[in-house]
């Protein structure tokens, strides 16, 4: 039959990944008054959505709602999870309850989709409001849903609740996770609860979790942070022993706590393994460098990295300008200094006090 023969190929360019092709081949479908299948049409939406075409799998979605078509649970599930991501919470939320007054049961997957697009953009009572209606409905919240609650809560520094939805995770038998360790170790760390960190690290071994590079990059910085570079190092060892690499963030945070104490042939040591390892450098690393060299008195290595981050094209920023003056009026180059203001103008940013301070210094130096 025609209907056979169009469905057979409108399967076939979705399953191919021809995704324009099958959406002419709908709209082919819909001219002749036969349409694929309800199943056929989300794959086509998953894939749209997968392949970073957020936009077109909505618009397919009212073409198919448009063309008569009903819906199934899977078929919202795949557009309210999209919208969510996107932040478009409004939106997802009118689909949600469309989706019941059409008589359909939301799932596990619809109800983790809005909480987690609700908790990402800090709407936590309503990421909560949903996860009550979930437990209202009979549908049971899994790992996910908790997860997403905890890290919510944990990124807008909400410990306690993000601690209280734990407890209730494991008293409904579910068990934590890496991603459940990870995220309230990564809170701890950054509320600078060390204590409670490191717990919750033995713990999560105990259990026979292995931690992962987030897991280890969190306790590495913050242990950077309090200046126990040994604790630090004796973290990053057992990170490479796991067989994991150490990602930018790891190698900022030791090089960060390096410079910070002064250990700049160390510092210079890591930067080095740093460029072997292949890893991308970022603003960060430049800044924690010049800080270091410029701590340690070393202006002519400070302004060397200031050059090369000069040709790499990085955008400086008022501290970097104010260092790279402050170093050049230090070796009484004032022209080159001013030169450096007016570029600094030039790129919408004005010289602060502290870099009018170091000018006025130069000018009385030189007389």
């Known amino acids: ?28 479908m819909k ?37 008569g078509l009903s819906p199934s649970v899977f078929t919202y599930n795949i557009v309210i ?13 009118s689909l949600f309850e469309r989706m019941k007054q059409m008589g359909l049961k939301p799932d596990v997957v619809t109800y983790n989709s809005l909480i987690d697009g609700y908790g990402k953009v800090g709407l936590l009572i309503e990421a909560v409001i949903v996860f009550e209606e ?22 807008f520094e909400r410990i306690p609740q993000a601690f209280w939805h734990l407890r209730e995770m494991k008293e409904r038998g579910l068990k934590p996770n890496v991603v459940t360790y990870s995220t309230m170790i990564d809170a701890f760390c950054k509320a600078g609860m060390m204590l409670e960190a490191i717990k919750f690290f033995v713990d999560m071994i ?23 570079l040994s604790e630090a190092y004796k973290l990053a060892n057992e990170m490479l022993q796991a067989g994991l690499s150490l990602n930018i963030v790891t190698y900022t945070a030791l090089l960060d706590g390096l410079c910070e104490d002064g250990r700049m042939k160390e510092a210079e040591e890591l930067f080095r393994a740093l460029l072997d390892d292949g890893v991308a450098l970022n ?50 180059k004032i022209e080159e200094s001013e030169d450096v203001i007016r570029e600094m103008k030039d790129r919408g940013l004005t010289a602060n006090s502290y870099i009018y301070t170091s000018l006025m210094d130069a000018y009385f130096k030189v007389g």
């Open 1 to 28: 039959t025609e209907f056979g023969v169009f469905d057979a190929l409108f399967g076939v360019l979705v399953e191919l990944g021809m995704l324009e092709e099958a959406r002419q081949c709908f709209w082919k």
């Open 283 to 332: 603003l960060q690393i430049y800044t924690s460098l010049i800080h270091g060299y410029t701590k340690a008195k070393m202006m002519e290595k400070a302004m060397d990295i200031l050059e090369e981050m000069n040709k790499k094209n990085f955008k400086l920023d008022h501290t970097l300008y104010g260092t790279k003056i402050w170093g050049l009026c230090s070796q009484n």
């Open 81 to 93: 999870d999209y919208l969510s991501k996107e932040g478009e919470l409004e939106t997802a939320r």
């Open 134 to 155: 979930m437990k209202d409905a009979g549908c049971e919240p899994d790992v996910i849903t908790f997860n997403s609650l905890i890290n919510c809560f944990c990124k």
């Open 31 to 67: 001219n002749f008054r036969v349409l694929p299948k309800v199943r056929s049409c989300n794959e086509l939406l998953h894939k749209l959505s997968k392949s970073g075409q957020g936009k077109l799998s909505l618009s397919f979605f009212n073409e198919m709602v448009g063309a």
């Open 206 to 228: 105990r259990v026979g979790l292995q931690p992962n590079e987030f897991t280890y990059t969190s306790l590495i910085d913050a242990n950077c942070k309090i200046g126990d």
